[in-house]
């Protein structure tokens, strides 16, 4: 098995991600997130909110409709050019973007392609009960939120330019060619930030590279491993319609270096299409834009470790789904279990740490649960517990015990969980 195929066998076996609507035969780019996979995207999505937002005296949050008037889509270029050049094998009938072809010809039969075709991206819906139903979309980007609401935030805040407003929810593409996972699909989330500056080209350089800096850093500081990510800069024939510069923040994922987050200078595009001002200018805009699922499946892939007796996510304490599991080392001696019980539930419910509870099997099973799903503690409740009342704790990357007095714990805990 490859790392890949390990990887996704781990998400279904944990519950990290199954393939969506899986007794259906699934639908292709489309995928459900389990108990782990939901937690670990939610604790994604806080420290990303708390980087970008709460800790920030200068970007506001912001959580538009998914369904937008289509005019925006019509303002914005997207109905025209949010597009994919795609071709058709003559022979196989399989469709591609066109840079995935293999020396012009199908990557799949080798068969000889049609003219490049241009195909629009954008997932239509039909609104309404009476015919003709109102044609809308599901969003291709969830960035027109914000510049529609632009002057809605600057009347109703105390915001001064330079400033940012910030969100995270769901967009939708209607890929060619879904694939690798979670990477490329049909439904995602974005993690987005707009920063309004004013227009003036020193001013953009000075902030495009001040992102370019704090979204690395963002991804190093929960952990990735920096070897494996790099800037790439978008050539001029690459750029999105809007884009008057770009780079990726890449990683080297195992199907090559791929795109997790674009740093992009958006200049007055958005707001001077949608007529928006602020005073008497039309701000310059840099932007910030992360996919969720797809820095998760890096984040996974980063954290993926093995050897002859364990597999192991090495997850970021903060980002793991479980930060602490609680065992009794038997289940049939009342006392054990009951200490055990009362640790659990004060550090579940008083200390509000995410802390899972196991009296299945032997400790050294449960211990292999806890490694594959990443929860970086384990605290055994022992018979040297009942007579001094301390407990081990081991630690998911060593796989070393320490004793622990119980009324230490908190400050363990929260100590590193800081
Ligand atoms: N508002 C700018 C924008 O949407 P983008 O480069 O098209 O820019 C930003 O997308 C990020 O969204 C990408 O870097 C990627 O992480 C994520 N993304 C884009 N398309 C995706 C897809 N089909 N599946 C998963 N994530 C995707």
Request: charge should be negative; include cysteine.
């Amino acid at each position: 098995m490859d790392l890949m195929e390990k990887i996704v066998a781990l998400c279904k076996r944990r519950g990290f991600i199954y393939p969506g609507s899986e007794i259906y035969g699934g639908l292709q780019g489309f995928w459900d997130y389990g108990p782990m996979g939901v937690a670990l995207r939610n604790n994604l999505k806080h420290e990303w909110w708390k980087t970008m937002v709460s800790q920030r005296d200068d970007v506001v949050g912001l959580g538009p409709a998914i369904i937008m008037n289509p005019q925006v889509w019509e303002a914005s270029g997207h109905t025209v050019a949010f597009t994919d050049p795609l071709v058709e094998c003559k022979k196989c009938h399989h469709r591609f973007r066109d840079d995935q072809l293999v020396d012009g010809k199908c990557p799949d039969c080798g068969g000889e392609v049609t003219e490049g075709k241009t195909f629009n991206l954008l997932t239509e819906v039909y609104l309404g009960s009476t015919e003709p139903k109102q044609l809308a979309y599901l969003r291709g980007e969830i960035t027109q939120g914000v510049f529609v609401n632009f002057k809605n935030v600057v009347d109703s805040n105390r915001v001064e330019i330079p400033f940012g407003i910030a969100q995270l929810g769901k967009a939708f593409r209607n890929e060619i060619t879904p694939g690798n996972f979670t990477f490329r699909s049909r439904e995602f989330e974005q993690m987005e930030l707009e920063f309004f500056i004013t227009p003036d080209e020193a001013e953009a350089t000075k902030w495009f590279g001040y992102w370019k800096k704090i979204r690395k850093d963002w991804y190093e500081s929960l952990g990735m491993n920096p070897a494996k990510l790099r800037f790439r800069e978008h050539a001029p024939d690459e750029r999105a319609h809007y884009a008057k510069a770009a780079e990726d923040i890449e990683y080297q994922a195992p199907f090559g270096w791929k795109e997790m987050e674009g740093v992009h200078h958006r200049g007055d595009w958005d707001l001077s299409r949608h007529h928006l001002t602020y005073q008497d200018y039309t701000p310059w805009v840099i932007e910030t834009s992360g996919g969720v699922d797809r820095a998760l499946l890096f984040f996974l892939i980063d954290a993926y470790f093995e050897d002859d007796k364990r597999i192991v996510l090495k997850l970021h304490p903060k980002l793991a789904p479980v930060k602490v599991a609680v065992f009794p080392l038997v289940a049939n001696k009342p006392e054990l279990v009951d200490k055990a019980r009362e640790i659990y539930k004060h550090l579940k419910l008083d200390l509000d740490i995410p802390t899972a509870w196991d009296d299945r099997g032997n400790i050294g099973k449960r211990y292999y649960a806890q490694d594959e799903i990443g929860t970086p503690w384990c605290v055994t409740v022992d018979y040297q517990s009942l007579e001094d009342q301390t407990v081990t704790v081991r630690d998911r990357d060593t796989a070393v015990q320490e004793r622990v007095a119980i009324a230490d714990l908190d400050s363990f805990f929260l100590g590193r969980l800081k």
